[in-house]
């Protein structure tokens, strides 16, 4: 199973390209539930921005896409030059791949199941050209779970001020899957 997982404003961003726009705890915790102990891939803007101290992310072989040779800035990572074939990847019947923007756009149409967090609030005015975004979800993707809209304790937003959203940071789980063709 090759699934997708990725955090989103409501108007689809996921990134500033450095980094999230937002620090989100409960997100951390329900990514680090769906993906340890499964590889994750992911592309090398994406491993950059995680936190030295993250990285490689713990209980998952981390594996990154670049054209670039491994090197210093790669330590603990396994580089690729291809997406690798998930079905040959060792030990595991789930694949995770975890962003970004680019890694998301070139693989949606081979991930079986998305796990999305949506966040409540607008980001598109305050980011601008910065804004990495989230795919379009396929129309073979159904929903198959939803949660209500939960509230963030510590959450808060990572883009400054003046984005006009509500805090605390509400947020909700979704997961699709790809319909059965008929
Ligand atoms: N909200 C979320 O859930 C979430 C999750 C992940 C990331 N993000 C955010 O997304 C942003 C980063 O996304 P991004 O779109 O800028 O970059 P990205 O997808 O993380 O990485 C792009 C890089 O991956 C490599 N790459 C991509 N496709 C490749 C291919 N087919 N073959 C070989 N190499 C390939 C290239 O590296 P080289 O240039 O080295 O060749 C490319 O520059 C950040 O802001 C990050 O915080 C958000």
Redesign the pocket.
């Known amino acids: 199973m090759l699934g997708a997982?990725?955090?989103?404003s409501l108007d689809g961003i996921?990134?500033?390209?450095?980094?999230?726009p937002w620090h989100l705890p409960e997100d951390l915790a329900h990514f680090r539930e769906i993906t340890t102990g499964h590889p994750v891939i992911?592309?090398?803007?994406?491993?950059t921005?995680l936190p030295e101290r993250f990285r490689p992310l713990p209980g998952r072989i981390n594996y990154v896409?670049?054209?670039?040779e491994a090197g210093d800035w790669s330590e603990g990572a396994r580089v690729v030059?291809?997406?690798p074939d998930p079905t040959l990847l060792p030990d595991s019947p789930e694949v995770w791949i975890?962003?970004?923007?680019?890694?998301?756009a070139?693989t949606i149409d081979e991930v079986d199941v998305l796990e999305i967090?949506l966040v409540g609030v607008q980001l598109g005015e305050a980011l601008g050209d910065r804004a990495?975004h989230a795919p379009e979800i396929p129309a073979e993707f159904g929903m198959v779970s939803d949660t209500d809209w939960l509230t963030s304790e510590r959450g808060r937003l990572a883009v400054g001020e003046n984005t006009g959203s509500e805090l605390p940071l509400k947020y909700r789980f979704l997961r699709y899957e790809r319909k059965e063709a008929a």
């Open positions: 997982i990725w955090a989103q996921i990134g500033d390209g450095s980094g999230m992911m592309g090398r803007r994406t491993w921005s896409l670049t054209t670039r030059g291809d997406l975890m962003g970004g923007g680019q890694v998301y070139a967090t990495v």
